[in-house]
């Protein structure tokens, strides 16, 4: 019986536990440990969907008992079973991380707050994912935003408070852009069923309405997932959040971003209208282009670790969007393993710079002069991620710009290349400098002496870095999973 | 309907609409907000019982008639309150009606 | 006569926002925001959206509004002068605009009775809905049942904005009766705004039998548990204005509320789980009784309930959070 | 010629609806973003949000319509859906405004200035600081 509950209940038990979680007010403890049983059990339910989809093809799940499209309906395919593991394989490495930490980076009174957040944002992002009906994702997309800014603002420094401030209003403006989007698809078929959307959009194929209600659809996405150039809100978002938020926002929420704007593009729109009649392609591969290189060369300027990776993020959405651009099924592959490979990684060293920042205070570069020594098993960790974002080989980043640069190949974009070649020896040079300043420069006189961080925040980081390099590796099961997607999604019967 | 009663009914309806503008113009011409607010909220209460005597005589004796006679104790209860919470913030505020000898 | 109305409302639409855009003093602009949304309520009862004309009346020119007020007591009323150039705003608004415009001039004809909007799903909820939930008043139907989901992720929004104004404001603690019973006690005596808290006191049996009325009428009128939750809110509103946050603390207080806020959601929820249990697919409440149409009653009755409940919570909360960081020494001046 | 110009009126009629929405909506947005006071663009936001539920509420109107309750002598009732959908849409709306708002109080109280270009010009020198 619970077999057929399944997509409901991936998304109906962290949003009920969310409550339970905040009822808990007096005890952060226990709030903690609820989240936490609450991450684990979304991600059994997430791997469970995983197989049951692989064995037995789409599942639909109509709330309310109303078939679609009168009532809203879950589906899950290959696609967004996919994203669903991400998500909620990463919330479960990141919400037992997240106690030690909060302890020291969150006040006390709102502790418990904090972990009643992060169950809804998740809640919300796995909820954006399995959704199947336009209007409903606008609903999730909420709570998940309106709980990451929550996040965001428990952030010690000030400047919390201003960059929540910029997302809210940043993402409370695509928001709405995107229900413009869908109000007029609605004015224009009548429905909001995305599948149903699907078959009545190419009847409408050279309405103006449409093109603007992609237009909107595509900007307002674009705001959410951080586009170049709509990603003001994101460095100072993830800079100043709390580490376990950064981490956990950082390695999900822009994933789910891009999982949507695929399924806009891929299954709404369909290929043919997307690619062939607007040519969105024309807009992907030169801002993304432009924002791999240009970001990557801000990131090499900060001070702030945090913020560097911050702008590295926004280089790596470039890169799944490029992806997007080079409008084969490869190159969708690429995509898709690269969300999954950049949650794996940006997981990885957002909580090694968690851990650090629990025993040094920040994670200004200067200050983590001479780490290596006292925090080798976190430096090492975080150097794994490092080598996976430069994308060296046997580690996950490399697999994705592998498959990536296959893709241009095919299409014979040689100038691409370069600009992927170029990009990866600038992250290089970021990732240098910190390894510089960690392990080849000795710690200050006054510097304080530090010991190496927990285990219970350790492992966590272990954890990822390891599966970077497991996933490097081998990458046999993400790129069957990302493949079969991608060939999925290209012959048009996406759903 | 009626003729009788439609008659009374716009006999109120218009008088109603004159209160209003009478307000409206009490409300831009008077010298300093005490005025203002005396204008405004004296003229607000008849007219709006004239509008709903008006309504009641257009919608015949039935349910809605009850229902705009609890409208019009509403905001006879309401609107004067407001005017006073108005006028009462104002002075508390430090503002000083404008009197005989104040020029 | 219909065009008439909607032309005027939609002409003195525009030049409340025109003011708002050339104003500087915030709050007049934050007044022009409670009349422009008063205004677009009217303009909801002239397109026959009935609901939403009561909700944003209720939710727009009330709660909004008084929120926003509060925010200027801390922030003050004057926006300062920019020097920053409106060239690229101006710009980027023109081109969404022009590209909006553009799209129209095939856009289906308004009101039009043939446009694709209305035959597709419309259509079901206009002509079966009746028998199917057995409820007139559709919009409650697609509302509660049909597109129940959506409104149960409604309701985890506003919790999720009650985490997140909690974390951000602290509720003050009133202090206990015991410390001050002088306090209170030369309170009694001097009621320092004598005129209006007599008729706020007599007005909150009412709002609060109203907010019934609208809780419990919502099946067949406009109405329902939003409403319902923000008119209940409103009259603690109310005391809190006239009596002071100490008193409306002591009469509701806050781990109280707290605790309704997360129990609305989990009635809420708790019904999609028991429909779950007894055999339906979640928040499928034809089978919580032997006749589908009876479940359909009862779950009905029951989320509006946990939708009233944790709406009006979460409203009182953030309204006392406001007030807290709005009137920060209030309890002394008493 | 004469049928053009009826073809334009009638066409204008149709749509002008639409067309102040989108004035309204499009000044909503420039108050967002053109603004530099916190308040003013949480006010920009209110008001870009309304207009989109005014084109919304448009577009599920039916002339001739009526409020979608069942009454004995409606004869058509004007779509319910989109009603269903902007009741939602306020909610969310109101919800992102509290949160907003409680945000800019606290922004006053860190930076005594809800000034976007005096917050920047702080934060600027506080980077600089570091």
Redesign the interface.
Known sequence: MIASHLPALQVVVPLLGAPFCFLLWRSPRLSWLLATLISWLTFAISIALLVTVNNSGTIEYAFGGWQAPWGIEYVVDQLNAFVLLIVSGIAAVVFPYSWISVQQEVELRQQSLFFTSMVLCLAGLLGITIAGDA?NL??LL?ISS?ST??MI?MGRD??A??A??QY??MG??GA?FI??GV?IL??LTGS?NMQDLAQRIPELDQSRALHVAFGFLITGIGLKLAMFPLHLWLPNAYAYAPSAASAFIASTATKVAVYVMVRYLFSIFGVNFSFQTIHIQWLFVPVSLFAILFTSIVALFQ??IKRMLAYSSVAQIGYMLLGIGLFNVTGLTATLLHLFNHALMKGALFLAMGAVCYRIGNT?IDSMQGLGKQMPWTMAAFVIGGLSIVGVPLTTGFISKWVLIQAAVERGWWPVIIVIVVASLIAMMYIWRVIEAVYLQSRPENAKNVSEAPLSLLIPVWILALANLYFGANATLSSELAGNAAATLFSGTGF | MDVVTDLISWIFLGLGIFLGLTGAFGLLRFPDFYTRVHAASISDTLCTACFIFGLAFQSGFNLVTAKLFIILILLWLTGPAASHALVRAAHTAGLKPITENSD | MELLV??SL?FM??LT??A??RLKS?FA??ML?GI??LL?AM??IA??????AF??AA??AG??TV??L???V???RW??K???S?FL??L???I??AA??WG??D?P?????D?P??HH??DR??EQS?EEIGI????T???ASY?GF??L??VI??F??LI??LS??QVRTPPSVAETPLRNENRKLSRPYPVLQVVALVMMPFIILFALYVQFHGD???GGG?QAGVIFAVAFILYTLTYGLDDALALTPVSVLKALAAGGVLIYGGTGVVSMLLGGNFLDYNVLSSNPVSGQHIGIIVIELGVGIT?ASVLIC?FY??MT??LPDQGQKG | MDSFFNEVIS?AL??????????????????????????????????????????????????????????ANAE????????????????????????????????????NT??E???LAI?LE?DED?
């Open positions: 209007f606008f609903v909420e309106l800014y929550t603002s000030r400047r408070l201003t929540s401030f809210l209003i409370t403006i709405t229900i413009i109000g609605f004015m909001l001070r702030d200004f | 909607n032309i939609l639409l525009s926002v025109i708002v855009v915030l602009i934050v925001f422009y949304s677009s303009i909801f397109l026959d959206a009935v609901d939403v909700t944003e939710v727009g709660i909004s929120l926003m509060a925010t200027l801390t922030t003050g926006e300062k920019s020097s920053r409106s705003p101006l980027i608004v023109s969404t605009g909006l415009v129209t001039l856009m004809e308004y009101g039009n009775p446009n909007a209305h799903v419309a909820y206009i009746p007139p008043n559709m919009v139907s697609v509302l597109r959506d409104t992720g409604e929004v506003v999720t904005a997140g104004v951000l404001l067949f009128g406009p939003f709406v953030a959070a406001f960081r709005a | 066409g149709g749509r002008y609806n639409y067309w102040v929405v989108i004035f309204l909506m499009m000044s909503g947005f420039y108050v967002v973003i053109g603004s530099t006071n916190l308040v003013k663009k949480i006010v920009g936001l209110n008001i870009f949000q309304t207009s989109v539920f005014i084109l919304y509420i448009s577009i599920g109107k039916i002339n001739g319509g009526t409020a979608p309750i069942v009454w058509r009732y004007s779509n319910p859906l989109p009603h269903v959908l902007i009741l939602t849409a306020i909610v969310v709306g109101v919800a992102t405004t509290a949160l907003g708002l409680s945000l800019i109080m606290r922004i006053k109280h860190a930076y809800v000034e270009d005096e917050i934060s506080e570091e």
